[in-house]
């Protein structure tokens, strides 16, 4: 079996360990009010821009399944447009919801793009929740720690540890990127609304215009 090849978006071209250690050192980190909540790695994951319109979501969800014929069918649409108009103000709230659930429990999120596993644990923090953080990585508590703290503790690490921490954080820099947050939550607005909201309406397999007479 040939050795899968590493996505060029997630390129980790740094090899010495005082360049990896100076390249997270740099990072974006979140440190405030309480510390409890404060790590040396983070990023911003606050939704700009999401389209939650009907017809966009039924777009975004057709990108994602096999067998989409049924959305265009008036013997589910209406039900659903119907449904929709009921819970419309929910929507965002929840696909902020089971974004974050995602990542908490998908193992992506916990893992380098080869499928190494990592032991990695993350929080969402800010008054919105619009900070994604590391909260612990391979066991060490993170929160707390001082930048001065955080670079001895790199310096400190072993080489590989070092180095698969730095291949996740690109790996989150490239998953998290502002574009991808926005795509992530209007799909999951998509499954919210189709696949939960809408269980109970059945999905037809041809539309009434395509009966013969």
């Not at 909201?197 to 009434?208: E, F, G, V």
């Amino acid at each position: 079996m040939a050795k899968p090849k590493h996505p060029a978006y997630y390129a980790v071209p740094l090899r010495s360990r005082k360049a990896i250690v100076e390249w997270l050192c740099s990072h974006q980190s979140y440190y405030r009010n309480p510390p409890s909540t404060n790590s040396p790695l983070a990023w911003n994951v606050k939704a700009y821009g999401v389209d939650l319109n009907a017809e966009h979501l039924i777009a975004v969800y057709a990108k994602h399944v096999a067998d989409y014929v049924w959305l265009d069918y008036p013997e589910w649409r209406l039900p659903a447009k119907a449904k929709y108009a009921e819970i419309k103000g929910n929507l965002l709230d929840w696909a902020i919801e089971a974004a974050r659930d995602s990542v908490h429990s998908f193992d992506c999120y916990k893992s380098l793009w080869n499928g190494f596993s990592l032991d990695v644990e993350y929080g969402f923090v800010g008054r919105s929740g619009g900070w994604l953080v590391i909260w612990k990585y391979e066991g060490r508590d993170l929160t707390r720690m001082e930048k001065e703290d955080f670079r001895e503790w790199l310096e400190e690490m072993r080489y590989t540890d070092l180095r698969h921490l730095y291949e996740l954080v690109v790996q989150n820099d490239h998953d998290f990127r502002p574009e991808a947050v926005k795509d992530e939550i209007e799909f999951r607005a998509a499954t919210e609304w189709i696949d939960v909201a809408c269980d109970d309406i059945p999905k037809p397999t041809m539309t009434q215009g395509m009966l013969s007479l």
